[in-house]
């Protein structure tokens, strides 16, 4: 049987009156990819915030390993959406940030950057600023100053929603390719229904705000997975029909 790795469990938030999540539970599984969609401003971003311990929830806690967490922690380890390097520190200075905030000896902080660097694809870029990367190196060095501190869980904001749809593509794969190496627990917010498809084990649907849990959808498919088959087909449809659409103003 699956160990469950974190628990979310009856989460509500409300800001200045507006009721933003209601009721929020489910449980994700040790090594297991949960994707999380819904309607745009229905609460995700707030959630996953809530589970890296950087917004209090109202009601409602979040537990690791059969444990309640309050603060932040290095066992999680959380990647915003948007830019999130610091652009006067070259690829080295930014991996060596995760280090640095957990306050780790620095016994071996080299040799372990350097070879994680190497392992993730950016050998021989260690020394160069973020404004000479592309988007998609961008992210990778996101990925490795959070996997520096080797967390249990990964948080990732809609981490690819700034790349072209070929990059996209090329840093699922390598997301998958992170996870089996380091398996890692996943907890992945996204807009992009093929990407969840693609990626997840499970998917977790909001509806409109205020947010709860409509459906959540199992995704039986082996890795890796071939995005135009009949079957990967039929489960993006299942999460289309499933999800509220908020019509534009004026419609």
């Excluded at 539970?25 to 915030?49: D, M």
């Excluded at 902080?109 to 021989?124: F, P, Q, T, V």
């Excluded at 071939?226 to 299942?238: D, G, P, Q, V, Y």
Aim: aromatic fraction near 8%; charged fraction near 25%; include cysteine.
């Amino acid at each position: 049987m699956k160990s469950i790795k974190i628990q979310v469990q009856g989460i509500s938030k409300t800001f200045q009156s507006l009721e933003i999540l209601q009721d929020i539970s489910f449980n994700i599984f040790k090594e297991e990819i949960v994707c999380l969609v819904g309607p745009t401003g229905c609460g995700k971003t707030t959630l996953t915030r809530i589970m890296a311990c950087l917004e209090k929830p109202d009601t409602g806690r979040i537990l690791l390993d059969g444990e309640e967490i309050s603060v932040p922690a290095n066992k999680i380890g959380y990647v915003p959406q948007g830019e999130s390097l610091l652009p006067w520190r070259n690829v080295f200075e930014n991996i060596s940030l995760g280090l640095e905030i957990s306050k780790e000896a620095p016994q071996n902080h080299k040799e372990r950057i350097y070879d994680l660097c190497r392992w993730i694809g950016l050998a021989g870029f260690e020394k160069t600023y973020p404004k000479d990367l592309s988007g998609g190196m961008k992210q990778k060095v996101a990925f490795a100053r959070t996997l520096i501190v080797d967390p249990v869980i990964l948080l990732l904001d809609e981490p690819f929603v700034a790349l072209d749809a070929q990059t996209r593509n090329y840093m699922q794969s390598e997301l998958l390719r992170i996870k089996k190496k380091f398996k890692k627990t996943i907890f992945f917010v996204t807009h992009n229904i093929d990407e969840s498809v693609f990626l997840a084990n499970r998917v977790v649907v909001l509806s409109k705000r205020p947010a709860c849990i409509k459906k959540i959808v199992t995704i039986p498919l082996e890795y890796p997975r071939e995005r135009t088959s009949l079957e990967f087909n039929n489960i993006r449809k299942e999460i289309l029909n499933s999800l509220d659409f908020i019509p534009l103003q004026g419609h």
